[in-house]
Each structure stands twice: as C-alpha cells, then as structure tokens.
T-cell receptor, first 111, second 114 residues
Framework: SQQGEEDPQALSIQEGENATMNCSYK?????LQWYRQNSGRGLVHLIL?????REKHSGRLRVTLDTSKKSSSLLITASRAADTASYFC???????????FGTGTQLKVEL | DTEVTQTPKHLVMGMTNKKSLKCEQH?????MYWYKQKAKKPPELMFV???????INESVPSRFSPECPNSSLLNLHLHALQPEDSALYLC?????????????FGPGTRLTVT
C-alpha cells in the first residue's frame, strides 16, 4: 500500500500549547499536502510542500519535509480549541492526480 | 464561490434500492473526485474525472456507477449496495488534474445501508 503512516494516532493538548504530528510515506513524491477534517465533515486543505522544499509556513502552521527520511511534520503553534480536528497528510505517491492519504492524527485541544 | 456542495447530507437505503449522490462546484475546476471514508479512517479514492472523462477507477464494485453530466456536476449512482458500503462519501474538485493542485472537498453524504 502507498498509504502514509501518521503519528501519533491521537494527541490531546491544552490550549496555547504547540501540537506536532508526523507523517511517513513509502515511495518518492513530488509534493505532500496536509488537510484538516472536522468531525464527520469534508476536508480542508492547509498547506502544500514540494519535494524541493524543506520548510513552509502558513500562519500558525509550519510544515517540514525530509525526502531522505520520507517524512513530514506539521506543527501548529499556540493551539486553539477550534484546532480540534483530524489531520491528514496526502502524497502523490500513487501517481498522476491521485492523492493517497495518511492514516491521520486526531488532535484534541482542551480549554 | 469556493464551495463544493453535496446532496443529500444523509441517506438511508435498503440493499435493493437505487439512489444517487450529487456533487456540484462552480469554480471552473476540471477534475472531480469521489472518495469513500469509513469512521476513523482516511478517505479512499474511488473515481477521478478529468475534463468530464473518467480517468481513474480504483477497482470499485459495479454497484457504484459514477457520472459526470457536465464540468460542474458529478453523480454517484448506487444500486444493490451492501451494509459494508455504509460510509461518508466525499466529493472533491481541483483546478487541474495533477496532484500538485489542492483539492476542495464537499461536506459529504453520510450513507447508511440497511
């Protein structure tokens, strides 16, 4: 399977803390994307990082990519209760316009 | 308009029923997708339409039949489903057909097969 693995599977933190989740994949990629999914809803695109990029920022989000280790991390700084959601990485490892999603990390931010 | 809409939001159907899921976008996107998502699992790709033509079928059983009537609409026709087909069905679209484009997702249709 091309599916990426994410860890941790679940993460619970206090509001204001930082949250880090990791994604590992198996084959070479051209780009990696991160998506957020609120409970039982559609996914929302957060950020895309290309294989020739090492780090990218968007607001409170910081994404890193290490193609030698086939891994990526998503850091959410100063978390808020509204960040409570599932986070998925997705790669083009399957080829073409096919996205393959990782197993996901369930983040809970408590007040 | 940066929205993908899906109808219905919820659907309960028997194993002998025929029903359809609908998806619509008005962003001028040329690729549209159907995903199936089981609880606490990632979305799994079912079909991809590029420029209104079916470009990817992930070996989906024939009881699921996709249709793209025009560049804004995507349907998923359901017939003789099994209880294990109960899931959240997500539609998505993207501007282009490469995986470098972000995908915009609809809110999904929660399907229960009884």
């Amino acid at each position: 399977s091309q599916q990426g693995e994410e860890d941790p599977q679940a993460l619970s933190i206090q509001e204001g803390e930082n949250a880090t989740m990791n994604c590992s994949y198996k084959t070479s990629i051209n780009n990696l994307q991160w998506y957020r999914q609120n409970s039982g809803r559609g996914l929302v695109h957060l950020i895309l990082i290309r294989s020739n990029e090492r780090e990218k920022h968007s607001g409170r989000l910081r994404v890193t990519l290490d193609t030698s280790k086939k891994s990526s991390s998503l850091l959410i700084t100063a978390s808020r209760a509204a960040d409570t959601a599932s986070y998925f990485c997705a790669t083009d490892a399957g080829g073409g316009n096919k996205l393959t999603f990782g197993t996901g990390t369930q983040l809970k931010v408590e007040l | 308009d940066t929205e993908v809409t899906q109808t219905p939001k919820h659907l309960v159907m028997g194993m002998t029923n025929k029903k359809s899921l609908k998806c619509e976008q008005h962003m001028g996107h040329r690729a549209m997708y159907w995903y199936k998502q089981k609880a606490k699992k990632p979305p799994e790709l079912m079909f991809v339409y590029s420029y209104e033509k079916l470009s990817i079928n992930e070996s989906v059983p024939s009881r699921f039949s996709p249709e793209c009537p025009n560049s804004s609409l995507l349907n998923l026709h359901l017939h003789a489903l099994q209880p294990e087909d109960s899931a959240l069905y997500l539609c998505a679209s993207s501007l282009g057909t490469a995986a470098t484009y972000e995908q915009y997702f609809g809110p999904g249709t929660r399907l229960t097969v009884t």
